[in-house]
């Protein structure tokens, strides 16, 4: 079994005259949390938006759980999980009912979806909410369901994008010990986020500058690298070596 689940090579996108994402290159490994971290403006976004088969790119080679970035977008995403910042389920629907949609999207049957849901709802202890309405819910425990049902149908790799964003502390930590829990079981988690503390949970870092990789590699080594005490300063370090706006 190929433990490579990303791999890009060279990767490159422009828009005009304009690369918003330039040559980039690294692979992620089956169970690894990947953070994905860069300024507004740094080309993270843009990268994503390749490997999550919303973008083709202009150059350069790719694959993302066994499909063709350039030519395979299509089966990318039926083959992912994905989970925006911006929360993605109905608010007018139920727990279940939206458990039982993205399901069917994904195209599990009857008889899994109902064993998967049981399942994921019995692990957040939120069996007794199935028949609540979304919109009812908190944002924290709006953002667990989120998760949960961006896994559902059990793919390779998951695309986190910002996830915890306006959410307390205490359900960040909650949210990630999901995540850590996901990636024991073989899953791959590819996230973004603003927060640096956050960074320091990942089994690797990349940071983006100007479009390109500014610095890959384990958060212990990177504050090693550059000489500081924490991911944030790190951060800091490369972002001040940007030249382009955001």
């Not at 979304?134 to 944002?139: E, K």
Request: charged share 25%; with cysteine; glycine share 10%.
């Amino acid at each position: 079994m190929n433990d490579i689940v990303i791999s890009v090579k060279n990767l490159t996108k422009r828009f005009g005259n304009f690369t918003a994402v330039d040559n980039i290159s690294f692979d992620v490994k089956r169970g690894e949390i990947f953070g994905f971290l860069g300024a507004n403006g740094a080309g993270k976004t843009t990268a994503m938006r390749m490997l999550c088969g919303l973008s083709y790119p202009t150059s350069g080679s790719g694959s993302v759980a066994g499909f063709d970035v350039m030519h395979e977008g299509e089966m990318i995403k039926r083959h992912i999980g994905y989970m925006s910042q911006r929360f993605s389920l109905y608010n007018d629907l139920t727990v279940w009912e939206n458990m039982r949609l993205f399901a069917g999207i994904y195209g599990m049957t009857k008889k899994d979806t109902e064993a998967k849901a049981t399942e994921l709802l019995t692990q957040l202890n939120f069996l007794s909410e199935r028949d609540t309405l979304v919109g009812s819910l908190p944002l924290g425990w709006k953002q667990k369901l989120s998760f949960v049902i961006a896994t559902i149908h059990s793919p390779e790799v998951v695309f986190l994008d910002e996830p915890t964003g306006g959410v307390d502390p205490i359900t960040r930590r909650q949210f990630w010990e999901l995540i850590y829990k996901a990636a024991e079981s073989g899953t791959t988690i590819f996230v973004t986020t603003h927060y640096m503390d956050e960074a320091e949970y990942c089994s690797r870092v990349s940071i983006m500058v100007d479009g390109e990789v500014g610095a890959l590699d384990t958060p212990t080594r990177l504050k090693q690298e550059y000489g500081v005490e924490s991911m944030d300063e790190v951060f800091r370090i490369l972002a001040r070596k940007a030249k382009r706006g955001e």
